[in-house]
């Protein structure tokens, strides 16, 4: 694969003064097109063969772009917050905002490789790991995002000489370091395990542009047209279906029908009796309050998910299951409409920020399902863009899973009786009014339709890995004593698992 | 001291309904007052003696107030991000924006305490803790914030009466801890410096509230009407003062009397030839890469300051200086005007969160200087916040450095012929116009008034801890080179302190 690539190209300081020149103005161009549109975001990645000029070619787009409205990350082995949340945590992290462009070092590539290379995982490993890194690269180009992969090469040769060339410089040496020696004795495993990787990444949507970086001029040149077109390409295309799409018609996918959704089959007449339920809860509340001390000891983290329509019990619900549990070890965090800076992110990105490290709880009063109900039944997201987001979600709650960590879904399902007298009652007392809302009265009218949103929510987003668990709520003590023994149970079986 | 709380006090389940009712109602308006004007943060931090019902008082608050605007946060022994950075960073992350209520458990007054009582640290440094904790609530009074804190008590026999009654309910023990155990055998020694404790940072603006805590009905209302009082107190006056402030006259303190400033005493004729430039950056890049290796190695941490007139060459300074260090351990900031997030907290809050960590390096490209330069020069800061700020500033430097960061803030000069030359270059260039604004133009305008402020920064905030170093810049290479050579002595020097 590489041999195709050992071209010997070149070009001389003259050329490259004045394609330079021309070059840097346009990326600038563009650049500015993008920050004014700031509809999507860049990501650049620079991976590759030690000493083929990653760095340095970062360096220069640095000097040949403006700087504000770029972000330059490296990444190293992850630290201790980032082993205790799901692999992709830290690049979701720092993906850039919309306008804005990010150019990576030691990026998601640099794991699997290094590991594969040394043999610290076998090939079915290395294979899930880049079936995760195409998801996510996924994930992010449906959302509109420009990718683009670099990937530096020098043959064996060109790497020893180079090596050797810094080598005796005393005012270079410092640039080689130990691993850099270590990698180049493996060369020819890091070659066949990078074809291999460029294979299998290797997308219509996300290509890998393979530089030959011997030459630091024809590196720079040949990274610096790339971008450009590619910039431009996407920009262009991305124009003409802004104004082709004025005229495509969205729907919520809301049929009237009166269709029996699953919620219809839930049993609201459950109830449990004040004397009992007190009794319950207490005893509910100290076990969970040990499993919870158990599960932080352990590093086990859990995340706990609460949807359902308004004036479902969320708040109580959550209030009575975190009462019991070390309040420095579980964080609350209330969805609403999201901030600006969120907005300039994608949709999932404000959710993986927030969760939690190993060993601790994160309760999500509403959550990403926010999708599939309010941007669905209000238009914020269009038609194609909420049908695509249960795979979206189905993929996220995979990697918290697979990470370990504990995930509950909790749907607090009232009847439209049951909502309409806590509005009521709501709007009677003076220290619950607040809780009541135009908003709210107007979702009301809407009731069959964010049922039929739930039901298609619960349909594809229930799944025998993080099943959605139904909670009739017409019953407060009912609803709360079966949420927080849920959590019991589930925090039981993982503690069992772990032990 | 506490034993005059030791009074027995409670209130009946009747009377506590009752007074709950109307406090509730009266506390969630104050806390829509809070909201409406967000123009200050509320503070309210719980300590005191195990067993006294702080996790339970603040679970009440979240019930009586609306949790949307509420923010929980505990803390346990400082993590590894946290131990990277200054004692007070993870208070001022956490700190709740304008508007908003943090409530804080186990916060700031934990570890002196603990450690005091443990016999970890001796007196001074448990004096010199506490005084850092005044400074720091000082900060935020100064800008409006409200703090109230509260001490929860329980006598000795009430605290062994709680655990009995706890271990002996099986619904209960759990939540009962080692630790629990273990403090409690110290009570006296606790009592003795939990005494030492509020006496000395019982101030004026923020007086510690000690409250009986044996009783919950007692505890809950009477934490409730302290919020009440203060909270309400607080906004009245603040509204009062906003009302007389609006023909208050504020002065940027610029008088044109052609004053000397110490920018004048400059030799900015000091010039390298090419030939020597090049070699010298060669030279010093190798160096600091093989410093910048070995301080990541050590855990040192660097934080570098870039200030100066308008294309004063930080941005050029900046690249030749990161050049030869791994991008994945240092990171460029540049800061241009506050977000929305960042307008709602106190300006030092978005430079507390870009500390380095341990072994990193964060360039400022300008920075909290900001704050005495252009907004006194614009008015953004009234005259009381610009003069207040040169000490915040020493303070906020002082914890930086104590904490073992090297510190380094770079002015670059210029004369105003070779900015006015700089400008006429831009302009022409089609790759460096973008750098060119209307506003550098106007700044131009008050070059004289800049070189005050600047003054006047220098002499209030070159202390001998952190020193201002004046780089002359009309000739680039030279100031190139003293900033690159006085990173690479100063990190020469703090790796050898530390060997």
Known sequence: MFDSVELGQSVDNKTFKEREKELRTRLLILQYRLLELSEFPVIIDFAGVDGAGKGA????????????YLRTIGYRAPNGEEQGRPRFWRYW?????????????????SLPLIQRVYDEIDDLEFDRHLAEIIRFENALIDDGALILKFWMHLSK??????????????????????EDRRNHERYDDFVAVSEQLIIRTNRGRTPWHIIEGADPNHRYIRVGEIIEAELSRHLDAWERRKAAKTSASESNGFIDTGRTT?????????????????????????????????????????????????????????????????????????????????????????????LPDAGYV??????????????????????????????????????????????????????????????????????????????????????????????????????????????????????????????????????????
Request: glycine share 4%; proline share 3%; charged share 30%.
């Open 262 to 354: 699953v919620l219809d089959t839930l049993d609201l007449s459950l109830r449990v009796p004040k004397k009992k339920y007190r009794d319950l809860l207490q005893q509910y509340q100290a076990r969970l309050g040990e499993l919870g001390r158990e599960a932080f000891t352990r590093g086990l983290s859990t995340a706990l998910v609460f949807e359902g329509q308004d004036a479902a019990g969320k708040g109580g619900a959550i209030r009575r299951t975190v009462w019991s549990l070390d309040a420095r070890m579980v964080s609350v965090q209330q969805f609403a409409a999201p901030t600006e800076e969120e907005r300039a992110h994608h949709y999932l990105w404000r959710f993986w920020r927030r």
């Open 93 to 109: 992290r720092d993906l850039p905002p919309k306008g804005r462009t990010g150019l990576y070092l030691s990026g998601r590539y």
């Open 362 to 499: 994160t309760v999500f009063d509403r959550s990403w399902y926010g999708r599939v109900l309010v941007e669905r039944a209000e238009g914020f997201a269009t038609e194609d863009e909420w049908r695509r987001a249960y795979n979206e979600i189905n993929e996220f709650e995979n990697q918290i899973v697979d990470h370990g960590t504990l995930l509950l879904k909790f749907w607090l399902a009232i009847s439209k009786e049951e909502q309409l007298e806590r509005f009521q009652e709501r709007e009677k007392s003076p220290y619950k009014h607040w809780k009541l809302t135009d908003e709210d009265w107007r979702n009301r009218e809407q009731w069959d339709a964010y049922a039929q949103y739930a039901h298609d929510m619960i349909q594809y987003t229930s799944t025998s890995r993080s099943p959605w668990v139904l909670v009739e709520g017409d019953n407060k003590p009912h609803a709360r004593l079966k949420v927080i023994r849920t959590v019991i149970d589930h925090l039981e079986q993982k503690i069992d698992e772990h032990a």
């Open 57 to 68: 070619t970062v360096n220069m787009l640095n000097t040949w772009m403006d700087p504000r």
């Open 157 to 178: 040769d060109q790497q020893e000489q180079r090596f050797e060339e810094l080598a005796a410089d005393p005012t270079q040496s410092y640039r080689i370091t130990e």
